[in-house]
T-cell receptor
């Protein structure tokens, strides 16, 4: 089955700086890669996604890049703000749902 | 708000007991997924239903079962509960348009087994 590795497990950045979270996947048949943000006491919330026919997608301060050849994808957050503090999960779509990475705890230092 | 509703929000019960978690998917979504989230295991896929039928099974214990009803809501039944079953249980739903559609999650049920 699909295996998704996510790094780092914890990331601390200064407010205003950029944050990058990286994921790799194993199944070359995976073709959809969403990113979720989970705040305390809430369920994972979809923040951005990318399909395998696209190399990059941007939505305001958030961008995702995909390298199908290398089987890795990354989340980039620019101009980080306190409300960006949360746990972020990458995932790869498989026929029976999503396989998730283990999450990155993003801490925004004031 | 994702549109996925889960009840109850919190559940505290004793070992050996049985509980039922309920999920209402987003309007129009036919697929329902159940995930378990514990501190050291991340989000683990349990089971998927599509329009009332079981579609896929993940790491679901034999003590656990689920079903999806004609109105598309789903229930996850956990029996003979053990301390290690304490976790967050999430339900997600997705629209019926293939394997590149996103999953939308509810806010979960926090189960504490004492």
């Amino acid at each position: 089955g699909e295996n998704v590795e996510q790094h780092p497990s914890t990331l601390s950045v200064q407010e205003g700086d950029s944050a990058v979270i990286k994921c790799t996947y194993s199944d070359s048949a995976s073709n959809y890669f969403p990113w979720y943000k989970q705040e305390l006491g809430k369920g994972p919330q979809l923040i951005i996604d990318i399909r395998s026919n696209v190399g990059e997608k941007k939505d305001q301060r958030i961008a995702v890049t995909l390298n199908k050849t290398a089987k890795h994808f990354s989340l980039h957050i620019t101009e980080t703000q306190p409300e960006d503090s949360a746990v972020y999960f990458c995932a790869a779509r498989v026929p029976d749902g999503l396989t998730f990475g283990k999450g990155t705890h993003l801490i925004i230092q004031p | 708000d994702s549109g996925v509703t889960q009840t109850p929000k919190h559940l505290i019960t004793a070992t050996g007991q049985r509980v039922t978690l309920r999920c209402s998917p987003r309007s129009g979504d036919l697929s329902v997924y159940w995930y378990q989230q514990s501190l050291d295991q991340g989000l683990q896929f349990l089971i998927q239903y599509y329009n009332g039928e079981e579609r896929a099974k993940g790491n679901i214990l034999e003590r656990f079962s689920a079903q999806q009803f004609p109105d598309l809501h789903s229930e996850l039944n956990l029996s003979s509960l053990e301390l290690g079953d304490s976790a967050l249980y999430f339900c997600a739903s997705s629209p019926p348009n293939g394997v590149s559609s996103p999953l939308h999650f509810g806010n979960g049920t926090r189960l504490t087994v004492t």
